[in-house]
């Protein structure tokens, strides 16, 4: 069994930055592709950043691409999302998820075994 919290959202104006955390239980953790997903109000969840352990993919949405970094510290058994350049249509609650297989379809969320709770992101125009 997994569990992952996020924290680090909260209120910033546009062209702002933030930080997000999420951390994994389990000694496991580097194994896993990790992901990124946000979801806004009436929308679908949607696919925003990945690492994939198997070959060290790391990818992005054409939306964040630029902007967005996906990183780990295995040590700390703990991923992180860095958000520049924040824009409005940035705002959701974000996720962090966790694929304990080999994760090739690590944009589709039905693909992530783990999930959090979510942190609010609200980018102010």
């Known amino acids: 069994q997994v569990q992952l919290v996020e924290s680090g959202g909260g209120l910033v104006q546009a062209g702002g930055s933030l930080r997000l955390s999420c951390v994994a239980s389990g000694r496991t953790f580097s194994r896993y592709t990790m992901g990124w997903f946000r979801q806004a109000p009436g929308k679908d969840r949607q696919f925003v950043a990945a690492?994939?352990?198997?070959?060290?993919?790391?990818d992005y949405a054409d939306s964040v691409k630029g902007r967005f970094t996906i990183s780990r510290d295995r040590a700390k058994s703990t991923v992180y999302l860095q958000m520049n350049s924040l824009k409005p249509e940035d705002t959701a609650v974000y996720y962090c998820a966790a694929d304990t297989d080999f994760g090739l379809a690590y944009d589709a969320a039905g693909v992530y075994d783990y999930w959090g709770q979510g942190t609010q992101v609200t980018v102010s125009s």
């Open positions: 690492n994939r352990w198997t070959d060290g993919l790391t």
